[in-house]
């Protein structure tokens, strides 16, 4: 049987993913490649460290020019997190003559058109499904399976640590730092859980996505952006109250005037389909011109969903797929797609949540919704609890509106209006609500 030697750059909980796939089923990779996939070497920081997978002797290397020097090898799966010297050794790779696979999303995020261009100009190619929602082949779909369409929309949740947070908060009323550290010890949150918690993974992500959705270049740091690290457990409780889920949402959609992109806590309907992706898992709903809604579950995050998707790239590029689609589809081309235009986020209409500490006195509703009228808002329910006990009630206590639909710039500008307002103690939370 034909034989492809591969390396493994960097052997974090990813890469370890990888070796084990390829090494303990060997047999099933083969079939699926129709030839042997031979992990010749593993390129480390430090061989002495323990390792959860048993290599065979002579793999596992401090040397990436072990893996540059040999010609045998000629697919490399790049698993080293972050930028630097993450984009030097791909470009180091690419030019020794290497296929790239790679999970670095934040890298594509970042240098797409540089490592790019690179790839194509040596007649390489690099393939990074593992880069955005880990076991979901989201980027195969799309760029393949759904090209006869126009797409229009693409929403989802991006982010495998922050969903789990927010997932056990909720469920279980666990501490936010005690969710962290169990996302990292899981395997789920980045080397920076902050990328993670912050919106900053899934807006790199959602900016990849928009660019095989929409052949738009969208620089991630300009997607209007909110994470989870701010999240109040009492907007879980008052969310649930109402029949939601708060779950860390990306969309993208398309419309006459521009593309409409953002990541942010959203209050998401219980009963709908993203409402119900719990843990690690992530979602994504896609409509197309042609085939209407399609929607995707998977694990986003986490070891072997991962390295799941490393692999099937690294059969991928060994069979010859990934190059026929990387030179077709010219990803992030420097000059192919046009930066895309971002649609004014003032003119997006949507429903909104606000929690508002205020003063409990006679006026002080009647103050906040003049407010909202006065800027059109409509509002659709309000919650306020009393103490429960009947002796005395709560000042201040939280006031909760869920408004029809309205603008951002409507809402934006009621927001700081009703927060100059003497009855209102405190900063208002206000998050979108998705039905
Ligand atoms: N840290 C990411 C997440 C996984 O939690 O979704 C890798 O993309």
Known sequence: MEKT????????????????????????????????????????????????????????????????DDPEITVVAQLIGGLEPARTVMLRLLESGKDIVTANKALLAEHGPELFTRARELGRSIAFEAAVAGGIPIIANISQCLSANQLRSLEGILNGTSNFIVTQMDENGSSYEDVVREAQRLGYAEADPTMDVDGTDAAQKLAILAHLAFGATVDWSEIPRVGIDQLDPNDLKYAKELDYRIKLLAVANLAEDGLELSVGPTLVRVGTPLAEVRDAFNAIRVIGDAVGPVFYHGLGAGQMPTASAVVADMIDTAVGRTRLTFQTLEYFSIDQPPRAKLRDADTLVGR????????????????????????????????????????????????????????????????????????????????????
């Open 352 to 435: 909104y949540y606000y929690r508002l500490p205020v003063a409990n006195h006679p006026g002080t509703l009647a103050a906040i919704a003049t407010v909202l009228a006065k800027h059109g808002i409509s509002i659709a329910s309000v919650i306020q609890h009393e103490k429960g006990d009947g002796s005395q009630h709560l000042d201040p206590v939280p006031l909760v509106i869920m408004t029809h639909e309205a603008t951002e710039g409507a809402a934006r500008a009621a927001t700081s209006e009703i927060e100059s307002l003497s009855a209102v103690t405190g900063p208002v939370v206000r998050l979108r609500v998705k039905d």
């Open 5 to 68: 030697n591969v390396a493994i750059v960097g052997l974090g909980t990813v890469g370890t993913g990888v070796a084990r796939l390829l090494l303990d089923h060997g047999d099933r990779t083969a079939r699926h490649a129709g030839r042997t996939m031979w992990l010749k070497k593993a390129v480390v920081k430090d061989p002495t460290k323990p390792r959860d997978v048993d290599l065979p002797k002579g793999v596992l290397t401090d040397s990436l020019d072990d893996v540059i």
